[in-house]
């Protein structure tokens, strides 16, 4: 019904707009080199064209220096369909997640059983006839086989209750090639839906970013789909889409109460010719709806997969998107916890922490997308737990992806990163009581799950368990700015992290011996006095003697550094 009520508002609405050719030609030569985003930016001229096309006439958003919310927050990634099944059909469901959100956080601050994030990521829960999701044939109605819109409004009252905020995947780059809009734009050249795509007569033929074919060929010409045929791209230059995607953002933040998005693939919104990522035409309109959420609710909060590097990511954050994930300080994380080294994420840090506005980008380990990290790590518990202790000690905002907690395993293809949540030895790893889960957990189940994990003090799940609450309790580690610790020796990486409340020394050892001959210098920071107190394990810690600049010099903490540890000092 609701569709049939939106065609007739379209139909209406594409007399009015008429039909606007879609500015992807095929004929359009490829850039130049030199023309980077900035340059163009800064040129008022040659995107006039995409810029007439998108009506996203809106205020200069204003850029808010933090912090905010979400600084405060651990966040979770779910799949939904892998979570929990409640009703025994071996597909996980909301009301899955809704059983288990007291694993999460049981809404206690006093209890210390429980995981304590403070947001959780779902993937995509619209319709889709996909298993992951990512190719919606309805933006307005909670998949099937996950529930209903109303089980989704009482995931966010339990979820509310308890202290956890909720952000859904949007996935504004392309719909389901079996979504009624394509359909229709696939049918009839006529369709009011047609520039809805991104269609050419001939085959364009160029590739896309990964060398995978874009130009798709179906009966009535050749469609865009940046992903697969299965994923054709939108046409965001027609003023139609982004009124339809609106309402979609709209109906979320107000009718479901979502607390914000995880934007899928934002990178790849609008194309200039072969330009297929990071355009300044993606730029503009994100410009615009930054603008239009935050008019709907200002505490609504997007994070963006802009899979580039840093410098390319920061130049979203703020007036576009509140946070993007860092995936070179994910990479480095791993790279740091892998190699025993913390060359890596020293890098990292340097560069976040001096690009971003603080604290405004949000942190991980790998996603959905990627081997499991603890796959990566080749299943070392001790290097887990320093990746763990790098994560969330560190800036930014930590997101952690289900099952990271007990150590998930699994690498490509992408079913297998995306396996049920190991909660106990049960059959299907307690998953589902349905004889066949949609897809079989990982073989380890009746070793590593949760059940086996909650109880035992040295289990990784204790380790997030605590590196979460310890979290939670210290303002500097949240909010705090990052500073180099100096050391020599390469296994141990310190740093602080200070706000007005305090200053706190982070000091891991990365590797696995002990270390006793180490010196730590400051030359210059914010410290006044220096008595000290170690809040993580409990450690006896001696205090560094501050010098004239309030930094210290040639201070040793503990006399040993024990195996992958991690201590963080408190200094007053
Ligand atoms: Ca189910
Ligand atoms: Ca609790
Ligand atoms: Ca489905
Ligand atoms: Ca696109």
Known sequence: ??????????????????????SVTPTQPPPTPTSTAEVQVATPTPTTEVKTATPVARATPQVMAGPFWWNDAVFYEIFVRSFYDSDGDGVGDLNGVIEKLDYLN????????????TGIWLMPIMQSPSYHGYDITDYYTVDDEYGTNEDFLRLMEEAHRRGIRVIVDLVLNHTSSQHPWFVSARDDVNSPYRDFYIWSEENPGYKGPWGGKVWHRCSTGYYYGIFWEG???????????????EKVIRFWLEDMGADGFRLDAVKHLIEEGRVQENTPATHEWLRGF????KGINPDAMTVG????STTEVVKYIGDQLDLAFEFDTAQATLRSAKFEDRSHILRAHRLSTERYPPNQFATFLTNHDQERAMSELRENVNRSKTAASLLLTGPGVPFLYYGEEIGHIGGKPDENIRTPMQWSDEDNAGFTT????????????????????????????????????VRHDHAALRIGDWREVEVEDKRIYAFLRYSDEETLLVLINLGG???????????EGPLSEGSASEVFTGAPVSAPTINAEGGFDDYTPLAELAPYSTYIIRIE
């Open 231 to 245: 994923m054709p791209d939108l046409n965001y230059n027609n003023p139609a889409v982004t009124a339809e995607m």
């Open 305 to 308: 997969e802009v899979w580039s």
């Open 434 to 469: 349905a004889m066949i889960a949609w897809r079989a957990p990982q073989p380890n189940y009746r070793e590593v799950n949760v059940a086996a994990q909650t109880d035992d003090p040295d289990s990784l799940l204790s380790h997030y368990r605590r590196l979460i609450h």
């Open 1 to 22: 019904m609701r569709y049939i009520h939106r065609l007739t508002c379209l139909l209406l609405l594409s007399l009015v707009v008429g039909c606007a050719a879609p």
């Open 513 to 523: 011996e002990p270390i006793s001959d180490y010196s730590l210098s400051l030359p």
């Open 106 to 117: 049981d809404g206690d601050p006093t209890t210390t059983e429980d995981l304590g994030v």
């Open 290 to 293: 930054y603008a239009f959420y």
